[in-house]
C-alpha cells in the first residue's frame, strides 16, 4: 500500500525543469549570478558570463570619481579561499555609464554594485543611474572591509538607513540590494536598518576583513595590509547570516559567499535565499562553473522529486 502511495506522490511531485527566479519585479533564468568584483568592469566580461550560463550579473563596484586602487600585490591564494585588497579600482561612474551602453539586449539581468563616500555623491549617482535602461537593479556596497570611509558606513545601522533612503530616493524606483558585511555584532541590526531605509532586498554576504603575514619579511603580504577573505572558508559564515535574516525579516536575500557546488546552491536556498553570487569559484574554476552547476541542480530537482526551486526555499526554517 504504502508503496503505490510513494510512487504516486513521485509522478505528481515531477520537476518541471526551470531553476528560474522571480523577484524584485525582474526575471533570472536561474539562481546563480555572478558576484560583484570579479569580471565586472567590461562590457564583453559582462556578457560573456551570461552567454556562460549564468543567471544575472552584477558589476564591480563604481563610485562617482576613478579609482586606481592599491599597488600589488592585491591577491592571495590560501587554498581555503582568498585574500584580495584591490581598493577598490574603478574608471568612476560616468566612464562606465559608456561601458554599460553597450550592453542592451543582455539577456539577464544587470547589477550594477556602487559605493560612496557619502550621501551627496550617493545622491548624484543614483540619479545618473536612473536613467540607465541596461541597469536592472543596484548594489550598494557598504561593505568594503579595508577601504575607509566605505567599511564604517557598512557598521552603522544609523549611516545604513540613511545612505539607504538617500539612494531609494534619487533612484525613481530601480530595486536597491544593501550588500552586508558580516563584520559586526548583529548582522540583524543592520539588515533591519536598510529594510528601514528602503532596501529592496540584501545581499549576505561581503569578504570578511583578514590579513596575510610573510614571515620570511615579517611584513603584511597586501599592500593594502587587510583584505576581504571569500570562496569555501566564509560559506558556512554566509549561510549563518542568510539563515538569520530570512527568520526576522521578510526581504529577499542573494546568498554570497563560497558557493562552489550544487549543494552549497540548495543549502543557501533551504536557508531561504532567492538566488546565489558566486565570485571566488570563477575566479579558481571559470566561468564554466555556471552550466556545470545549473546541471547537477537540475539533477538534484528531479532525482527528489522537487517541483521548483520553491519547494526547497526555507527549507531549514521549517519547525
Ligand atoms: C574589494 C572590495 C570589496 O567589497 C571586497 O569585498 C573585497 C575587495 C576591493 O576592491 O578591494
Redesign the pocket.
Known sequence: MLKIYSLKLMSIRQYNGSLEVKTLNLRFPNPLILA??ILGLTAPSLKRAVDSGAGGVVT??VGLKPRE??PNP?IVDLGFGLV??????NPGLQAFVEELEELEGLEAPLILSI?AFSEEELATMGRMISELKTVSAVEL?V?????GG?SEIGKSPELVKSYVKTLKESLNDKPVLV?LTPDVSDILLIAKAAVDGGADALTAI??VKSMVIDVETGRPVLA?VF??L?GPAIKPIALRCVYEIVEALDIPVFGCGGVETARDVIEFIMAGAVAVQMGSAIARRGLRVFREISTELKKFMEFRGFKSLGEIRGLAHKK
Request: glycine letters at 22%.
Open positions: 560583484a568584483g564591480k563596484s586602487g592599491f592585491t584580495n585588497s584591490m581598493g577598490l579600482p559605493y556596497n561593505s568594503c572591509p579595508h577601504v566605505v550588500k561581503n569578504t593594502g583584505g576581504g571569500s
